[in-house]
């Protein structure tokens, strides 16, 4: 009952919001659904003419003559603070990363219930029949000499074979001696997939698959890791151009060290080090891994009743207890497994205690 009325809220919101703000369609669910198997879109950064692009640079001009005359060790008089308020605002909604209308009218939203209760709503996510579309007008535009276009019929395909893997032995040698194009080149073969589902508008041969973890964890969406993740993924999104085929002029705009920080991001989402169970011999590449870049989980993670204790046998607790507190084994015997859990979490979690798993090799 409870659920069909959370539900029945869900669907009043999640047609308001599609309604008002033009997506296609929209779903409800009390859970995130990661099996959705959907492409995502993300808003990208606004374009602005000459005229709000000379506004907004006299904007920050101005913004920053007021912040060098604050007054040192002085409270900041109203009329200043107001206006620095006011052109932060106007900054910010400037620069605020925006959904292509195009965009919305082929994509959908899903509803959710966040952890207390409230509304979510996850926008951008694209049904295999709104990509069609874009493809059928795509070959629509393409039919004539486009890509799939067919060559000379009279070269025999032996020769057109020959011929292009000549041109593939000379690209490897050009490459190979150019560190930079390379970083580059692989920097776009991995950010292709990372952002258009499908997408194969590289040369290289380079395969990058980024496995969804977010349907192993209990609250993934509450987790530092997948708030860092998410935050970081829709920031690189709104900087990226809406069509594949203009991201290469995109990289090469980009400065060296942004090329960096999305070869990072993108290649980061690679990582698999699920093991199945405690039986299986830890990941010796994620050990490496782990132990290069001083990962410390006790930023992660904490042992909490719904993410360990509570999930473990009262004898697992009491022999976690046992090695980290042994005079407070006595307080535990006895209880029921939730409340044992609790204390055990009072315990050990505020310390940063880890279990095995999460602890780096010595």
């Given amino acids: 009952m409870l659920d069909r009325l959370a539900l029945d809220r869900l669907k009043v919101e999640a047609e308001r919001v599609r309604a008002e703000e ?3 369609w929209a779903e409800t669910h009390l859970d995130y659904p990661h099996d959705h198997g959907l492409a995502r879109a993300y808003p990208r950064a606004p374009e602005h003419d000459e005229e709000a692009t000379a ?3 006299v904007l920050s001009e101005d913004y920053d003559a007021l912040i060098e005359a604050l007054p040192p060790d002085e409270a900041i008089p109203e009329d200043m603070e107001t206006r620095l308020n006011v052109i932060e605002a106007e900054l910010r909604d400037a620069h605020a990363p925006v959904y292509d209308p195009e965009t919305v009218a082929r994509s959908g ?9 409230g509304v979510r709503i996850e926008r951008g996510f694209q049904r295999p029949e709104d990509m069609a579309e874009v493809e059928d007008s795509e070959d629509d535009d393409s039919s004539e000499n486009g890509p799939g276009t067919k060559g000379p019929k009279s070269i ?3 020769l057109v074979m020959e011929l292009t893997a000549h041109r593939t032995a000379a690209l490897r040698d050009l490459l190979g001696s150019r560190p930079e194009d390379a970083f580059l080149a692989a920097l776009h073969a991995v950010v292709l997939p990372t952002y258009w589902t499908g997408e194969r508008r590289s040369c290289l041969n380079l395969k990058l698959e980024s496995r969804d973890v ?7 969406v509450e987790t530092p890791a997948a708030r860092s993740l998410e935050a970081r993924h829709a920031s690189w999104a709104a900087r990226l151009p ?3 085929a203009d991201l290469w002029a995109a990289l090469v705009a980009f400065k060296p060290k942004e090329r960096m920080g999305l070869f990072a991001h993108c290649v980061s989402l690679s990582i698999e080090a699920v093991l199945p169970s405690a039986a299986w011999r830890r990941d010796v590449g994620a050990e490496t ?3 290069h870049l001083a990962l410390d989980m006790g930023r992660y993670w904490s042992a909490t009743p719904e993410q360990y204790f509570g999930r473990v046998s009262k004898t697992h607790i ?6 980290e507190k042994p005079e407070a084994v006595v307080r535990l015997n006895g209880l029921k497994k939730d409340a044992m859990a609790r204390h055990a979490s009072d315990l050990l979690a505020p310390e940063g205690w880890l279990p095995p798993l999460l602890k780096r090799e010595p």
């Avoid at 977010?214 to 993934?220: A, F, G, R, T, V």
């Avoid at 009491?318 to 090695?323: D, F, K, P």
């Fill in 242 to 244: 809406e069509d594949p």
């Fill in 214 to 220: 977010s349907n192993l964890i209990e609250n993934w």
């Fill in 289 to 291: 891994l782990a132990a």
């Fill in 156 to 158: 025999p395909d032996r």
């Fill in 109 to 117: 939203l899903f509803a959710l219930l966040d952890r207390d209760g």
């Fill in 55 to 57: 506004r907004l640079a």
């Fill in 318 to 323: 009491l022999e976690v207890v046992e090695a």
């Fill in 22 to 24: 033009g997506w296609s």
